[in-house]
């Protein structure tokens, strides 16, 4: 009987099953709502800005005292832009610590478990920091600081989670073009997040936060009874990469005596005659540091990060102010920069998977982003244009950002000196996003004084240098993988 061959399409789609729909769209959305209710913070600025310091509009002096006695925080819109900016950093910099721990406790507990507590918690916190201090009208400088660095520890449980998942349920086949779509939560999060705060905005700030933190405390409900984080609890085998047992800076021949045994798409790793490793263990968090490439790509991260939330948080801030556009339609002109990342980083995850390398397709989307980001510097004022060129800067900015923030960070947790522990896609996740937020905190800071002290056009300055930064952080591993081209590409040859 002659064989009927599949086509490589039905062949990839084949490997899934509904359980592993379940695991996308419940990850996939879990971060959707966590970062809309983080972009609302970002969104009502403005309003918030207004609402700490006095009303210059009224002409009565008594007015004018009352509210300033009510609210009692800043003389001034810049004190208060300048506490907003403390308040990212802050934020960012709790977010950092957290994921450190975070990664960590996901690989050791139930990560159902963590990131439900992470998403619930999250939620509380933000209801009241935005909602319920507004209601009960008390404003209070320490408080607020408070609650953001709790929310930061807190919603620090959550992408190591995710991704960890996503690890265990996908295989490196195809996980450029996966992972680069299912990257696009974070964006996706950014355009609900935009569209929720400007549509309720007209009847307060306090509104935006209500409906973003209640969504997202139904989410952490619906992943804590719905969420299987392996295919082991549905009696399958964990998928493992079917080049796992390669070091990723290398590109020397397989070990001699290694054996890859597939059995249904799941591999298996043989030395010799030792049997299959099965059970998994966590490695440490220093040894996840010092595993080959998670430092450099975490550096690249950080600079990367800081300009990515550099627009994250104050795009529609600087839209509103320097352009004089009103605050919601600021809040929907910025969807485009997340528009951009959701496409760069789906294509430039499937050009990554064809090639079978990530560090190239990185370093061009790079360099091309430092010219998208001298074009959007430059731009008019006028929303058709500027929307095109968000979205221009938003496609190589955001595309390599979702996709060492996922695709990489699963490769990174699956390489030859993990073979044997599957237990370290959250700790390798965490160090490499800890890292990123660290730079993108220092940067919320610095983002605020040089424009105070300088204007947006340094600023933009500011980011074409992180940018540079982080490809000359990535060139040894670029100069490695294109080594590695060629190095297959005469093989192929002399075999013909």
Known sequence: VTPVMSSPCCGFLAQYTHHHLVAFLLTFFSYVLLHASRKTFSNVKVSISAQWTPSVQNASVELLTSTWEENNLFADSDGATLFLGVLDTIFLFSYAVGLYMSGVIGDRMNLRYVLSFGLCGSAIVEFVFGTLTEWLQFYNIYLYCGLWVLNGLLQSAVWPCVVAVMGNWFGKSGRGFVFGLWSACASVGNILGAF??????KYGYEYAFLVTSVLQFAGGVVV???LLTSPKEVGEPVEKDADSHRPLMSDEEDEEGSEEVCDGGYYTIRQGDEEPRETPKAIGFCQAFCLPGVLPYSLAYACLKLVNYSFFFWLPFYLSRNFGWKEAQADRLSVW??????????????IS??????APVLAVSLLLAMGA???????????VVNAALLATTGFFIGGPSN???SAISADLGRQEALRGSQEALATVTGIVDGTGSIGAAAGQYLVSVIESKLGWMFVFYFFIVMTGCSIVFILPLIVTEIRAMWRERRARAQEL
């Not at 074009?375 to 006028?382: A, L, N, R």
């Open 403 to 405: 996709m060492i923030s």
């Open 373 to 383: 980001l001298v074009g959007y510097s430059h731009s008019p004022p006028d929303q």
């Open 353 to 358: 998977d064809f090639m079978g390398k990530r």
């Open 337 to 350: 920069y997340d528009v951009g990342g959701i496409i760069g980083g789906t294509i430039q995850g499937l």
């Open 224 to 226: 804590f009874f719905g």
């Open 196 to 201: 929720l705060a400007s549509s309720v905005l």
